[in-house]
């Protein structure tokens, strides 16, 4: 077939192409923002969260940790950063899309034309615009009330850049892997907090690294959150607290690579599990 | 792509679904012509919603060969999906965005959408354009479920159940939509276990029971095939009324002239309605 007739056929009517998936992508993030903020508890549920057990662990252990040069609060402020990327990212997208799932959101999307890609692009742009809102509040809270300082070295607001971008993306893969595991909507909340919770417990956001015992780090380790509290502590406290640590450095290039092996793990687990349907649906 | 017009918009042969040991689709043979209505009727449990979401491309099935605007939905591709317009069975519209926004995006997934708010004015919610659809009606909701099916200006237009739960006034409102979108041409595929609606909107219809298609035609051919048998009525001279099922109803009149001498006391005689029909076809006879 000629371009001649290619361009009279769509002239008349003919086929027109399909719209691509990042255009679609970015207009479903526009609508999810849009949905999210709409909704003013789940806002108040996502951002508060992280902002409360802050202030609670912050204003609780305050005193000067011997020989790291900080303070237990400011130990806090950047733990509950990191905390904070995976409540928006892996919490929020768990939830919310095994509700979609239930409620048969997906199924009607899938009904039509749009191609799979755009929805989680969706989610994605969602999830960096929650994930960034999220941490400047905390971080705000961390200089105003708890002497945290903000790097004065370009190279440490690259790791930050990279840790908030890796971390964000392996969390947020999760979430969408683990939105398969509840039956219902209603559970879904239930089965995406425990583990999370459990994680924080022994990935030290609520407890410094030195009390926890050296079997549930091993453990923490294998997952992402561990090294974003490491590599946020890293950006954000001064290099003096690195004794703290379980190897005595930030580690910036460990955390690059389990945060990468998870952003490649976390894709191949979605594009296994991922389900359009209930199990119930067939 | 584009199908012929002397094929069949929809072509289903031998299908066969199981869940479990339950059988819900037991070889079941469709033909739909390019742009006529066809209305699937039968009762809950008949098998009518899994044959339609297999049509959509939204179940497997067992056995049996499927074809959908040329297609096998199994292998559907986003081109077949834009030619292929869905209303759902139960609603899932974004609660928090409001009609007009809620079309306008979903129009930007077709290569062809129609006009967002000449689809808003089609189903009749031009005054909830800005509403939010948590603070729509039922009724409101099911035409917002369809004009997300047509904003893509489908082929084909399936519809599982679209007026279960309205009342009568939402119900009449909604046939005149269905007929609209048909006068513009376009293939719909309906169920429905409300015999009356088959009767109003389908070109031809095919009643299941069981997994099984236990009649197919126009509404008026089944009535004639099926409906032979009428019913006289009258009142006995005890009082107490009297009916009779009858395949030669002017014999039973000119018998009961004689045994009364003259007038018949209460007589009537009727002709089944396609209802006593259908409700003999799904073998739910006298559950009324």
């Known amino acids: 077939m000629t371009t001649t007739t290619e361009r009279v056929r769509t002239r008349e009517g003919g086929p027109r192409r399909l719209p691509a998936a990042w255009r679609l992508g970015f207009h479903r993030g526009a609508l999810e923002i849009k949905q999210f903020f709409r909704l003013r508890d789940q806002v108040v549920f996502t951002f508060a969260f992280p902002i409360v057990f802050l202030f609670l662990f912050a204003s609780i252990f305050s005193d000067d940790v011997t020989g790291a040069g900080v303070t237990a609060s400011q130990l806090y402020v950047p733990a509950m950063m990191a905390a904070g990327i995976m409540t928006t990212s892996f919490q929020s997208l768990g939830i919310s899309i095994a509700i979609e799932r239930d409620e048969k959101v997906l199924r009607r999307l899938r009904g039509t034309p749009m191609p799979p890609a755009a929805y989680f692009i969706g989610k994605i742009w969602l999830v ?155 | 792509m584009t199908a012929h017009a002397n094929e069949l918009a929809v072509d289903v042969r031998g299908l066969r679904k199981q869940y479990g040991d339950i059988t819900a689709v037991d070889g079941i043979d469709l033909g739909i012509r390019q742009g006529e209505v066809f209305g699937l009727l039968g009762p809950n449990g008949a098998g009518k919603s899994t044959t339609v979401e297999i049509l959509q491309g939204n179940r497997s099935r067992d056995a049996g060969e499927v074809s959908v605007l040329g297609t096998d939905p199994v292998n559907a591709t986003r081109a077949w999906r834009s030619r292929v317009g869905i209303v759902w069975q139960d609603e899932s519209a974004p609660p928090e965005l409001t009609v007009g926004e809620t079309v306008r995006h979903f129009a930007r997934y077709y290569p062809r959408p129609r006009d967002p708010e000449e689809v808003i004015g089609l189903v009749g919610l031009e005054q909830k354009t800005g509403s939010r659809i948590k603070a729509l009606s039922g009724g409101q909701r099911r035409r917002l479920d369809v004009a997300l099916g047509v904003i893509g200006g489908p082929d084909l237009l399936l519809l599982d159940e679209p007026t279960t739960g309205f009342d009568p006034a939402a119900r009449r409102q909604f046939w005149e939509l269905i007929r609209r979108l048909a006068d513009e041409g376009t293939t719909i595929l309906l169920t429905t276990h409300y015999l009356e609606e088959a009767e109003a909107l389908a070109d031809r219809l095919a009643v299941i029971a069981r997994g099984l298609v236990v009649a197919e035609g126009e509404p008026a051919e089944l009535r004639d095939r099926f409906g032979t048998e009428a019913v006289v009525g009258w009142t006995d001279s005890d009082g107490s009324p009297r009916t009779e099922r009858t395949g030669t109803p002017t014999r039973t009149v000119a018998e009961l002239m004689h045994r009364f001498d003259g007038e018949i006391p209460g007589l009537r005689v009727a002709r089944p309605t396609l209802e006593d029909v259908y409700l003999r076809l799904t073998g739910q006879e006298g559950t009324r």
């Open chain 1, 128 to 282: 960096l615009v929650t994930g960034f809102l999220e941490t400047v509040i905390l971080l705000l809270v961390g200089i105003t009330f708890y002497d945290v300082e903000l790097p004065s070295d370009a190279m440490r607001w690259l790791d930050f850049g990279w840790i908030f971008l890796l971390g964000l993306t392996a969390c947020a893969l999760l979430g969408i892997a683990i939105s398969s595991v509840p039956k219902t909507g209603k559970s879904a909340t239930s089965v995406v907090v425990l583990p999370f919770l459990v994680l924080q417990f022994i990935s030290g956001v609520y407890i410094s690294i030195g009390t926890i015992p050296d079997w549930m780090l091993d453990i923490s380790a294998v997952f992402p959150l561990k090294w974003m509290c490491q590599g946020l502590r890293g950006v954000f406290l001064p290099e003096s607290a690195q004794v703290l640590e379980q190897a005595g450095s930030w580690e910036f290039g460990r955390i690059a690579l389990v945060l990468g092996a998870w952003c490649v793990g976390g894709l191949l687990l979605c594009l296994l599990t991922f389900r359009w349907k209930t199990r119930r649906d067939g």
